[in-house]
């Protein structure tokens, strides 16, 4: 995968997570197969695109740690792309990140008075040092618990995994809920 298509690396975890063809009855992830050009994982994959192998794409997930193989399979371990040991899709990632902050700023200020957008921030700065493990691993927690309900919902829109969608009209809309959080010291 190039360092400019970590995008389709996001879409293929999305897709597995989202899509029932790839879902167990209990909604989780399935083991893929592997084996063969008819396989489920290349089945994934070239619902996503056409213009990357499949086994190029399976090399960056088992790269970054998304997947694991098993004897049945390929199984999704990860909740979400990660450009681990990739400094400039990290930093893509981060313009982009960046840019949908500072446009929902700006809609907010000047075109959303009845609707706006969400731009939320929690902020304490008097925690000690020794629960700042306990409450990291609570953000991470719930943050991933938080994006996958919305996964769940707005993927119920997506007219790339909803047949029925494809037929209604109207402009192609980005839906974007970005969180993060940050622990540093103060003095």
Same mark, same amino acid.
């Given at each position: 995968?190039?360092?400019?298509?970590?995008?389709?690396?996001?879409r293929?975890i999305?897709?597995w997570?989202?899509?029932?063809?790839?879902l167990t009855?209990?909604?989780?992830p399935?083991v893929?197969?592997?084996?063969?050009?008819?396989?489920?994982?290349?089945?994934?994959?070239?619902?996503?695109?056409?213009?990357v192998?499949?086994?190029?794409?399976?090399?960056e997930l088992?790269r970054?740690g998304a997947v694991?193989?098993?004897? +049945?399979?390929?199984?999704?371990v990860? @909740?979400?792309?990660? =450009? #681990?040991?990739?400094?400039?899709e /990290?930093? !893509?990632?981060?313009?982009?990140?960046?840019?949908?902050?500072?446009?929902?700023?700006?809609?907010?200020?000047f075109?959303?008075d009845?609707?706006p957008?969400?731009?939320?921030?929690?902020?304490?700065?008097?925690?000690?040092?020794?629960?700042?493990?306990?409450?990291?691993?609570w953000?991470?927690?719930?943050?991933?618990?938080?994006h996958q309900?919305?996964? +769940?919902?707005?993927?119920?829109f997506? @007219?790339d995994?909803? =047949? #029925?969608?494809?037929?209604?009209? /109207?402009? !192609?809309m980005?839906?974007?809920?970005g969180?993060?959080?940050?622990?540093?010291?103060?003095?």
């Amino acid at each position: 995968i190039k360092e400019s298509e970590g995008g389709l690396a996001s879409r293929v975890i999305g897709q597995w997570q989202q899509n029932k063809r790839f879902l167990t009855k209990s909604r989780r992830p399935k083991v893929l197969s592997i084996d063969g050009d008819d396989s489920e994982f290349n089945k994934l994959v070239r619902s996503i695109s056409q213009d990357v192998h499949p086994g190029t794409v399976l090399f960056e997930l088992e790269r970054i740690g998304a997947v694991e193989r098993t004897k +049945n399979g390929v199984k999704l371990v990860a @909740r979400a792309y990660v =450009p #681990k040991h990739n400094p400039k899709e /990290g930093f !893509r990632l981060l313009s982009e990140d960046v840019s949908d902050l500072m446009l929902t700023i700006e809609e907010n200020i000047f075109l959303r008075d009845d609707n706006p957008n969400l731009h939320a921030k929690t902020e304490y700065d008097n925690i000690s040092e020794e629960d700042v493990p306990k409450i990291r691993n609570w953000i991470l927690k719930e943050g991933a618990i938080l994006h996958q309900k919305a996964r +769940n919902f707005i993927s119920k829109f997506d @007219r790339d995994l909803n =047949p #029925k969608k494809k037929k209604t009209k /109207g402009r !192609r809309m980005r839906v974007v809920l970005g969180s993060y959080s940050r622990i540093a010291p103060l003095d």
